[in-house]
């Protein structure tokens, strides 16, 4: 039954299409008037803006509309009138309402009122089918939607809409949908300005700032910022100047800058200091979004390092630190010579070629014993580096940390060179013992064709190595050499490949380990150069101003009148600030996939940190 | 208006739909799933402490209990506020748009607003879900570009899964609706 009702309703009504009056809820409660607003015919809807009081002068009315229109380029208009009965109902004020609407034409004529009680609202929408003002009105369904004027005019829709072109006159509506009510409420900010004191010609009610309070403080820091910035851009683009100067181009001092982190995040920094102090003014809220994320990051940095300097620097902790430092380097150069002391042995009860298991081990201690010395003659001078060094952390928290990854990539040397040499020896193994495996099966790689080709040795001649080859037949000599060489190398390969084996295998897992430390140093302090802490911030404190969308809800409404929703703005979540709002960061992503990384482990090439620079390669 | 009918999802549990007629152009309907049971919160909990337990014997580290304690505490909260949903509602406003809302059993809600103008249809379609061939309402997005490609299939009722009969009848009317707008939109 209801769906019948409904369908004879809407066979009635025709298939005109529902009127929406946006109705802001602070003018709620207000006197009757005037609504004043902007009507978007595409989608019939009304967006009121403001109600103008009684009593008024209609011209000073309309000249009050054009200088807004003149300058926020909204079509502003009288749409209707609004009625608020606070006491009995005047049949006066009906009449003289109904008179207004031929004072101002707009089609269609909005009428708003509000009865006694809260609950019960009315709205009429008449549409005039003649030129003439007593011709036949029709009358159109509405509907009624409640919204927040601040939080419309301060929130921003994500994702942006297209930047409608600030044409001369009326041309606006090129945001479609609901973009076009947001677009509407922030372009009117001008009819916003003035506040409930003015004693303009015209009384209006809309929403209202409660005032800026003015600070000496913040003014004075308002005429210093200008100055400062300026100051501190001179500054910038010497220190950048004489980062590019020639003195540090050549060659091994380029070679260590591209290798050190701390290099990378000092040169971030710069630009991430050039992009906050540039007197540029920001282009788009976007901009301006990236230059306060980017002001915030750096502030936190810069008081979590001083942070960490301060406790550094309580208690004298550098002396200690120094004092631990080269204990903990004798420690684990102790524990590595028991390591390979273990490897030379039977590790695990493996039985390994003990010639050159020897061989390796005491190569690789020889290697410790260099460290040590080398670790103990630093020793005297380690304490002043570290206080030097931890100076440093007042730039930041991510420059000390990135201090901190090449310190330990700097102790960590001996390792990083086992690693290297086990590599070496491992890959140099591997790589023979895949050439002389087709060898073996009688193939041969064919360099011109890049491809395995089949060969044939004729292994009776081998098997008949003392005999002289007959003549005439061009027997292959060469060929029965190559394989009897290298089957008997492939043997000793292959009895040699677990010595060689194991070396690399316990050096690739301790390597493995101090980049997953540096790895981890990197990760912090990407996390820091990127997370955008404003717009984090802004979103947990002020909710609407990061918008995603809008969510309705239906208030109770009495029947036979127009239909109330109530619109909210609906804000973006937490995933999605971050991603539309992160900072470029240095760009360190994993450069190796887990597959790639296996396979490179698997033969013995060299992997590195997942810090490498883009631009330059070595 | 308002009516009410008891309803089975499509593994059998059961579901109710509130059907809400605010006005010819604008209609809710409401699915609401039981709320989480005592029994299944209690079985849960006593496996996890029982568990725990047993552990602690082998073991003999108090630490086991304790985490035992804030696990349970932890995957409860975590559950009634990320995965457990209560109602999940369906709004269709003649014009203005459809939107679903999803409340959580904690009382969170996330909505989900999609303008009239963006939507090209809403149909019933056909899914693989684990071993059985499921029917689900979704909404057709325009794709901005070109006016006759579809760009997002948004699914609605996406934790309830209510069953043909249920979809059948949101399906007409939010096509009503649908049929109005077009007419509405063709006929300035």
């Not at chain 1, 009624?144 to 297209?162: M, W």
């Not at chain 1, 500054?235 to 100047?241: K, R």
């Not at chain 1, 023979?432 to 001649?461: A, E, I, M, T």
């Not at chain 2, 079985?43 to 304690?69: H, K, P, Q, R």
């Amino acid at each position: 039954m209801p769906r019948l009702l409904q369908l004879l309703w809407a066979q009635l009504s025709g298939p005109g299409m529902v009127l929406k009056a946006f109705f802001p809820t602070c003018c709620a409660s207000a006197d009757s008037g005037l609504l004043v607003g902007r009507w978007v015919p595409e989608q019939s809807s009304a967006v009121v803006l403001a109600v103008v009081h009684f009593p008024f002068i209609p011209v000073q009315v309309k000249e009050l509309l054009a200088q807004v229109q003149q300058a926020s380029q909204v079509g502003v208009a009288v749409l209707g009138t609004w009625c608020h009965r606070r006491q009995e109902p005047e049949e006066s004020l009906g009449h003289f309402l109904e008179g207004l609407g031929t004072l101002f034409s707009h089609e269609p004529w909005l009428q708003l009122c509000r009865e006694r009680g809260s609950k019960s609202w009315n709205c009429k929408a008449t549409r005039r089918q003649g030129p003439t003002p007593l011709a036949p009105a029709c009358e159109d369904q509405v509907m009624l939607i409640f919204y927040d004027q601040r939080k419309v005019l301060l929130s921003r829709l994500h994702p942006p809409a297209a930047l409608p072109e600030r044409q001369a006159g009326d041309a606006t509506a090129s945001a479609g949908g609901l973009a076009a009510v947001f677009d509407t409420v922030a372009r009117s900010e001008v009819l916003f300005q003035s506040d409930r004191f003015d004693e303009g010609p015209v009384r209006l009610t809309h929403w209202q700032s409660e005032g800026v309070e003015a600070s000496i403080l913040v003014e004075l820091a308002k005429r210093a910022a200008g100055p400062v910035c300026l100051l501190l851009a001179c500054l910038l683009s010497l220190v950048s100047a004489a980062s590019a100067c020639r003195v540090f181009r050549p060659w091994p001092l380029s070679f260590i800058w591209s290798k050190l982190s701390t290099c990378e995040q000092l040169r971030h920094r710069l630009d991430q200091l050039t992009l906050v102090v540039s007197a540029h003014r920001a282009e788009g809220p976007a901009q301006l979004m990236r230059k306060a994320n980017t002001l915030v990051s750096v502030l936190l940095d810069m008081a979590l390092g001083l942070l960490l300097l301060s406790w550094l620097h309580r208690k004298d902790r550098f002396a200690h630190l120094a004092e631990a430092l080269v204990p903990v380097a004798d420690r684990v150069a102790e524990e590595l010579q028991h390591l390979l002391q273990w490897l030379m042995g039977a590790p695990a009860g493996l039985k390994m070629n003990r010639a050159l298991d020897q061989v390796l081990g005491r190569f690789f201690l020889y290697h410790i014993h260099l460290w040590i010395s080398y670790i103990h003659l630093m020793s005297p001078f380690i304490e002043h580096i570290l206080w030097h060094l931890g100076l440093s952390a007042c730039l930041g928290l991510t420059v000390a940390l990135s201090i901190l990854s090449d310190i330990i990539s700097l102790l960590t040397f001996h390792i990083y060179c086992f690693y290297v040499y086990g590599a070496r020896l491992y890959s140099l193994k591997i790589h023979g013992l895949s050439s002389l495996w087709r060898l073996f099966r009688g193939k041969k790689w064919n360099v011109l064709r890049q491809r395995v080709d089949s060969c044939s040795y004729d292994l009776d001649q081998v098997w008949r190595a003392g005999i002289p080859p007959r003549t005439g037949e061009g027997c292959p000599n060469w060929h029965q050499a190559a394989l009897f060489i290298g089957t008997l190398l492939f043997t000793i390969l292959i009895f040699l490949l677990p010595t060689t084996a194991l070396y690399y295998l316990v050096f690739t897992l301790l390597r493995l380990l101090v980049v997953t430390v540096q790895g981890l140093v990197h990760l912090l302090v990407d996390l820091i150069n990127s997370l955008p802490l404003y717009s984090l911030g802004l979103r947990l404190c002020r909710p609407y101003r990061l918008a995603a969308g809008v969510k309705f809800r239906v208030l109770e409404h009495e029947a036979g009148r127009p239909l109330r929703l109530l619109m909210q703005i609906n804000p973006l979540p937490f995933s999605h600030v971050v991603r539309t709002y992160r900072l470029p960061s240095c760009g360190c992503h994993p450069k190796h996939s887990w597959g790639s990384l296996c396979r490179k482990l698997f033969f013995g090439e060299l992997i590195y940190p997942w810090r490498q620079r883009g631009d330059k390669q070595d | 208006m308002e009516d009410e009918r008891s309803l089975s999802d499509i593994c059998g549990g059961r579901l109710a739909l509130h059907r809400r007629y605010y006005s010819p152009s604008c209609l809710e309907f409401c699915l609401s799933c039981p709320r989480i049971s005592l029994r299944s919160i209690t079985a849960v909990t006593c496996t996890v402490w029982l568990a725990a337990y047993g552990l602690f014997t082998l073991c003999e580290n108090s630490m086991i209990l304790s985490a035992a304690i804030f696990i349970t505490l932890l995957g409860l909260l975590g559950y009634l506020h990320f995965v457990k949903i209560d109602h999940e509602t369906l709004l269709i406003i003649d014009s203005l748009g459809i939107q679903m809302t999803s409340s959580y059993a904690s009382g969170k809600e996330s909505t989900t607003f999609i303008e009239m103008g963006k939507v090209k249809d809403v149909i019933i379609n056909e899914a693989i879900y684990m071993q059985k061939v499921i029917y689900y309402l979704c909404i057709l997005l325009k794709d901005p570009v070109e006016p006759h490609g579809i760009s997002q299939v948004v699914p609605i009722f996406q934790s309830a899964k209510p069953r043909l009969d249920c979809l059948i009848e949101v399906y007409r009317s939010c096509q009503e609706i649908l049929a109005h707008q077009k007419a509405a939109s063709t006929s300035p």
